[in-house]
């Protein structure tokens, strides 16, 4: 078995008198798709800024690829292959879809780069082809989504954290968003999401972590969460 791309480890942080994330620990394997679910103030969005280096965890470590990353600033978490794509996109409005990704591609991962083809690959992972020259200005909701993807993307990452990507899509776009995940993991990303779409979940998912008052309740195939009456009661809801 492989090294997992991304280890945490007794992971927790208190914002003074309260606890958002308490003692979790998993590890994710490469070429996979992870999702991380859990009613609201779960602390699923503190879970990423730890593991992304927006904010420092009270306890535990967090490993990527092998190397310890706690403690790094979020550019050279970037820099070694992690990137984000945040729920609500804030593209440059005046440039083009093409222009958007192209400055992705001009960070993020050290090391030589291929500017145009890297665009190019984003683009066409992200289904944004067609869209290339448009500006991001005229972009819908869904294709605001796709562009925030892209750019994370072309970041060349080998780690992607997806922030609520399909949330208020409708189910046409939510459908397009899946398959651009699947794209995604077929071309070598690991992809660890955060999502309340529960069809999405457990369509899209090899594996779910489920986190309630910041603590890991579940981790299991999407089929053994779903049955699990802890994740029934914290997020499910209950059955009549």
């Keep these: ?4 791309i991304l280890r945490v480890e007794a992971l927790s942080k208190r914002f003074r008198g309260l606890l958002a994330i308490s003692d979790v620990s998993f590890a994710v394997e490469p070429g996979s798709i ?13 879970l990423f800024n730890l593991v992304t280096g927006y904010l420092a965890p009270t306890a535990g470590t967090v490993s990527f690829k092998e190397r310890t990353i706690t403690g790094l600033a979020t550019n050279r978490i970037a820099e070694l292959g992690v990137s984000r794509a945040f729920q609500i996109a ?31 690959e984003a683009l ?51 459908a397009a968003m899946i398959d651009v995940l699947r794209r995604i993991r077929a071309s070598g990303v690991t992809v660890v999401l955060v999502e309340h779409d529960m069809p999405s979940v457990m ?37 009549d």
Excluded at 36 to 46: C, Q, R, Y
Excluded at 135 to 164: F, N, Y
Excluded at 207 to 233: C, F, H, T, W, Y
Aim: charged share 20%.
């Design 90 to 120: 804030r593209p440059f409005r005046d440039l083009s879809v093409a222009e958007n990704v192209r400055i992705g591609a001009l960070f993020g991962k050290a090391g030589a780069r291929d500017v145009a083809a890297t665009t190019r």
């Design 124 to 174: 066409a992972l992200a289904g944004m082809t067609h869209l290339a020259d448009e500006p991001a200005s005229v972009l819908t909701v869904g294709q605001l989504r796709h562009l925030e993807v892209a750019r994370a993307i072309a970041t060349r990452a080998d780690l992607l954290l997806a922030d609520e990507p399909c949330a208020g899509l409708n189910p046409t776009e939510t």
């Design 1 to 4: 078995m492989s090294a997992p």
């Design 34 to 46: 992870t999702s991380v679910i859990g009613p609201n103030g779960a602390g699923k969005s503190t």
């Design 203 to 239: 369509e899209v998912s090899d594996r779910v972590l489920v986190l309630d008052a910041g603590r890991l309740i579940a981790d299991g195939a999407p089929a053994e969460v779903s049955k699990n009456p802890q994740v029934i009661a914290a997020y499910l809801g209950t059955p």
